[in-house]
C-alpha cells in the first residue's frame, strides 16, 4: 500500500470565521484528526457540523509515545490532519518533529495555510516587516530570559515574541535594561472582541498597562524594533 499523507492544517486563532475552505474539506475528508488540544478541536468541528472524525491527543508530554503510531498509520495509507491548538501548527509546538520522522520515512506532507499570530501581529504592529526574527515564547524564569534578550539584541530585524499575560510586566522591565526603551507594539487577543495594538515606547506601554490592568489580559505577541530602527534606519521596501 502506498504512504498515506500528513496534512498540516491552519485553524483559528479566535475568530472561527478565519477558517479556510481547503481546511474546512480536509478535516472533513482525513481518517484522523491529531490535535494539540481535543476539546477545542471538538469546538472547532462541532461549529462547522463536521461529525465522526475519530481524534487523538497530540502534544508535549505524549508525543514520543505517539509517533511511532502515527507514522505507522500513515504507512498503511492513512491520511492525518494535525492541528494545533490554535493556528498553524508546528510554530511554537511540537509538530516539527513528526513532521521530520515523516520526512524520512518518505511520506508525503501537505500544509494547509491559514491563520497565524505572530504573522497577524507583525503586519499590524507598524513596525519594519521586510526582516523579523521569531523567538517564539519568552522563557518563564527571568535568568533564562534575560539571556535570550541578551542574545538578539544586535540582530538587525524586527524581534517578535508571544509572552503571557502574567509576565509581561516582568518582561518589559528586562527588555528596557537590555535592549534599551525601543518602540515595541503589544499585540493581544488576536481576532477576538477584544483585540487591541498598544504602540509606542517600553517606557510608554509599560505605563498604560500599569494604569490599566484590565489590559494585562489575553493572549499576547510582542513585536520590538530592532536597535538600527532605534537610532533612526527605518529600512526601505
Known amino acids: 500500500m502506498s504512504p498515506g499523507e500528513l496534512y498540516l492544517v491552519s485553524t483559528p486563532i479566535g475568530n472561527l470565521k478565519d477558517i479556510t475552505l481547503r481546511a474546512l474539506e480536509i478535516l472533513k475528508e482525513v481518517d484522523l484528526i491529531l490535535a494539540e488540544d481535543t476539546r477545542t478541536a471538538k469546538k472547532l468541528l462541532a461549529h462547522f457540523d463536521i461529525k465522526g472524525k475519530k481524534l487523538l491527543s497530540f502534544h508535549s508530554h505524549n508525543l514520543l509515545q505517539r509517533i511511532p503510531t502515527v507514522i505507522k498509520l500513515l504507512k498503511e495509507g492513512k491520511r492525518i490532519a494535525l492541528v494545533s491548538e490554535a493556528g498553524t501548527p508546528a510554530i511554537s509546538d511540537p509538530g516539527y518533529l513528526l513532521v521530520q520522522e515523516a520526512i524520512k520515512e518518505g511520506i508525503k506532507i501537505t500544509p494547509i495555510p491559514g491563520p497565524s499570530a505572530f504573522l497577524s501581529a507583525l503586519i499590524i504592529s507598524g513596525l519594519p516587516t521586510r526582516h523579523f526574527y521569531f523567538g517564539g515564547f519568552l522563557p518563564s524564569t527571568g535568568k533564562m530570559r534575560r539571556r535570550r534578550l541578551r542574545e538578539v539584541k544586535d540582530y538587525p530585524c524586527t524581534l517578535i515574541f508571544y509572552e503571557s499575560p502574567h509576565r509581561i510586566l516582568k518582561s518589559l522591565e528586562d527588555i528596557k535594561n ?39 489580559r489575553g493572549e499576547m505577541v510582542l513585536i520590538i524594533s530592532s536597535q538600527s530602527d532605534k537610532e533612526g534606519d527605518k529600512g526601505q521596501i
Not at 185 to 194: D, M, W
Open 178 to 216: 537590555i535592549l534599551g526603551n525601543r518602540e515595541i507594539a503589544l499585540v493581544r487577543e488576536l481576532t477576538k472582541i477584544y483585540e487591541e495594538v498598544i504602540r509606542g515606547s517600553v517606557e510608554e506601554v509599560e505605563k498604560i498597562l500599569k494604569a490599566n490592568p484590565e489590559k494585562m
